[in-house]
């Protein structure tokens, strides 16, 4: 048996030899050779690139967002029919008895006792620090000016 050409095919970390053999590519299976390590190895880019191009590209997905989101604004705002579905809108909402008027109410309320709430503990803090009493300002006198 005499061979003519050789070649090498590689899959993975197996190498494996072929020969020409009266015309045909033949296997030699005492050939094969089995590498620890492959041969070539991808290095990943830099992080700061990573980074960058990650950014760039939620930047743009946010902008391509912002700018649908505009123009349904826009599309919405010059229709014919805005003002009347407006007022239907907030007259289903002012409607009492009603889940609409439910959550309204409900945000209100919310509202009114954060409020609260907040001038309680302001009232708390400047009593706490003596400065409720010391830091009223009196209303200024009323002078007469010679013109």
């Known amino acids: 048996m005499r061979y003519k050409r050789h ?11 072929y020969a020409r053999v009266s015309g045909k590519w033949v ?18 880019a830099p992080l700061e690139e990573r980074v960058a191009a990650s950014v760039a590209t939620r930047v743009q997905g ?11 604004v826009n599309a919405t705002i010059h229709r014919d029919d805005f003002g009347n579905r407006a007022v239907d809108a ?8 009603g889940l609409p008027f439910v959550l309204f109410m409900l945000l209100v309320a ?23 009493a010391e830091a009223r300002a009196a209303a200024p006198k009323d002078r007469e000016h010679a013109d």
């Open 27 to 44: 296997d030699t299976p005492a050939r094969h050779t089995y590498m620890p390590t492959q041969r070539f190895v991808v290095i990943p």
């Open 110 to 132: 919310v509202l009114a006792v954060r409020e609260l709430l907040l001038r309680i503990e302001t009232k708390r803090i400047l009593r706490e620090h003596n400065c409720g």
């Open 90 to 97: 907030l007259q289903h909402v002012a409607r009492p008895g």
């Open 7 to 17: 070649k090498l095919q590689t899959s993975g970390a197996k190498v494996t030899l």
């Open 62 to 72: 946010a902008m391509t967002e912002a700018l649908r989101l505009k123009q349904e």
